[in-house]
Nanobody, 122 residues
Framework: VHPVESGGDSVQVGGSLRLSCTVS??????MGWFRQAPGKEREEIAT???????HYAESVKGRFTISDNYAQGTLDLQMNNLKSEDAAMYYC???????????????????WGQGTQVTVSS
């Protein structure tokens, strides 16, 4: 089952948004958020690794927070103090090898959602 993202919107610089992604599995490892702006490569911005550690790209540290809402089956991304350079298509991804409870030493994000658009205007 592919993740399904929601929450994308158009906001002004300095504003906030909360993105959500449905992740319906019991093992809450190797899940994350990525983004891709036009003409740029896809960027990993916030992930939960094989041991549950949160990792953030330097460009979003202190502004974005990834949270695992296990009870609701979602992976959320709280984005504060948005900048114009945050505008992009945001994607949620998981490593499907972890769906069945097997464990691996690294993440391989191969299960992608279709994305949700974030626009930031000044």
């Amino acid at each position: 089952v592919h993740p399904v993202e929601s929450g994308g919107d158009s906001v002004q610089v300095g504003g906030s948004l909360r993105l959500s992604c449905t992740v319906s599995r019991s093992y809450r490892y190797c899940m994350g958020w990525f983004r891709q702006a036009p003409g740029k490569e896809r960027e990993e911005i916030a992930t939960i690794s094989t041991d549950g550690t949160r990792h953030y790209a330097e460009s979003v540290k202190g502004r974005f927070t990834i949270s695992d809402n296990y009870a609701q089956g979602t992976l959320d991304l709280q984005m504060n103090n948005l900048k114009s350079e945050d505008a992009a298509m945001y994607y949620c991804a998981t490593d499907p090898r972890f769906d069945g409870g097997d464990w691996y030493t690294s993440c391989d994000f191969t299960n992608w959602g279709q994305g949700t658009q974030v626009t930031v205007s000044s």
